[in-house]
């Protein structure tokens, strides 16, 4: 059961959470500098393909929900690229001395108006790249102009102040080791084991911060099936938060080194997997970029709770009940479906279920994106455009006739409670994880 004040005393921390932050100071002469050392340095061949292939036709356009909600050419995703590409074409560009002559150097003033363009109004949901008929990869370009605006002290100020705090005192939103030790000391006293730093284990799982502050429910489901399925498995004090916000603010330092606390854990105990939680960017953060953080492969398999779940029901080895008649949909988070590929596997735990599964239209890789991923949630500036951007996927979901939209990634839940606290919506919202801990058979 979510405590509702819980909730709304978490939205009211996140109204004042800039004024923590530490702002850097520099001239407009090094920020533009350290913008564009992170530009170049990171323009290989691939990206120097993309910056080089666009032809303006728009299709990303109507594959941005940004655009689609606000018909506004600034939110154009291509157009997000725009110093990326002046920077190329004037530095490294086969015709950079000709380049030069007609295309002005970019600016401090230009690095602070695309801040907006790429927080606040940008989830890297990836739906624009998987549009475009030329393969551009907008979603990375974005992602390097973050990276780029963190090294010049431009990162939105509620993103900066918890990748400090992370990077600092090793919590988020004032979580850490002894929070953990609360909440499994809160299942245990309900008779529930909970293996706590064994030295030894196959599984190490992971969680976050949303889950023990507020959806508690998720974290119990999640012990009790890896508890079902009999696993040596075990949570670990020194590398149990999923969330990354060096990944979400740009800082690649800090994203490094949250992603070198889980990997050192996981080594030190053994683990043949990791177990990542309801939690969408933490999965391609530990998946699809550990290793480039760890500077080579890495020693275990890294899974979505979703993903395991799915994995497991389909082999028989988790057994669920029938959970009625109910009429459900599913949402997929950007970062799990589209950039992760963990499509099929929450849709075989529902079809096991045997519920009245409605699939959304569009679906699969082309679903919308909630609106809220990336950070876009914390940063409050970004409200009225994210509420914008989240009614589109509202519409969605009534399309389908579901009573509940479930899903597996707690970022997305914590955004559709919030579009649902604005509007009335009756739409139920679920967690995959709750669903399936509520329905093991016997």
Not at 59 to 70: G, I, K, L, M, R
Not at 269 to 296: D, F, Q, S, T
Not at 323 to 332: E, F, N, P
Request: proline residues 4%.
């Amino acid at each position: 059961m979510i405590d509702y004040e819980v909730f709304r005393q978490f939205g009211a921390s996140i109204e004042h959470l800039g004024e923590m932050a530490q702002v850097p100071k520099f001239s407009d002469a090094e920020r533009v500098s350290k913008a564009k050392e992170v530009m170049l340095r990171k323009i290989d061949r691939g990206m120097a393909l993309d910056l080089e292939s666009c032809v303006k036709c728009g299709y990303c356009s109507d594959a941005c929900h940004f655009f689609v909600q606000t018909n506004d050419p600034k939110y154009v995703p291509t157009r997000k690229l725009d110093l990326l590409r002046r920077v190329y074409g004037r530095e490294v560009s086969p015709l950079k001395f000709v380049r030069r002559l007609f295309e002005a150097e970019i600016s401090a003033a230009e690095l602070l108006e695309w801040q907006e363009l790429v927080y606040d109004s940008c989830t890297e949901c990836g739906r624009c790249s998987m549009a475009c008929p030329m393969g551009i990869n907008i979603a990375r370009g974005v992602n390097v102009m973050r990276e780029a605006l963190a090294a010049a002290g431009l990162v939105p100020a509620e993103l900066l102040a918890v990748a400090q705090e992370q990077e600092s005192r090793g919590s988020v939103f004032g979580v850490g080791p002894a929070e953990l030790r609360a909440a499994i000391e809160k299942l245990r006293t309900g008779g529930v084991d909970v293996p706590l730093d064994k030295p030894k284990a196959d599984v190490m799982v992971l969680t976050t911060v949303i889950d023990i502050l507020l959806f508690q429910d998720a974290l119990a489901a999640t012990v009790k099936i890896m508890n079902r399925l009999g696993l040596d498995w075990t949570f670990r004090t020194g590398g149990f938060e999923a969330a990354n916000f060096g990944l979400l603010s740009g800082t690649e330092d800090l994203q490094r080194r949250a992603t070198l606390k889980i990997i050192d854990e996981a080594v030190a105990i053994g683990a043949k997997a990791v177990i990542v939680p309801e939690c969408g960017h933490a999965y391609p953060a530990l998946r699809w970029e550990g290793a480039a953080m760890a500077g080579g492969p890495l020693p275990f398999e890294v899974l979505a709770i979703s993903e395991f779940i799915g994995r497991e029901i389909k082999a028989g080895r988790l057994k669920v009940k029938n959970a009625g008649a109910r009429k459900l949909t599913y949402h997929d988070a950007c970062k799990l479906g589209r950039h992760g590929g963990v499509l099929e596997e929450p849709r075989e735990a529902l079809r096991a279920l045997g519920v009245d599964f409605r699939e959304s239209t569009p679906t699969a890789e082309m679903y919308w994106c909630c609106g809220g991923g990336a950070g876009v949630f914390l940063i409050n500036r970004a409200a009225d455009l994210r509420q914008k951007s989240f009614e589109l996927k509202q519409q969605q979901v009534e399309a389908t006739g579901a009573d509940a939209v479930v899903m597996a990634c707690g970022s997305c839940r914590l955004n559709f409670m919030n579009g649902q606290a604005k509007t009335g919506w009756p739409v139920k919202i679920e967690s995959l994880v709750e669903l399936v801990g509520d329905n093991l058979a016997d």
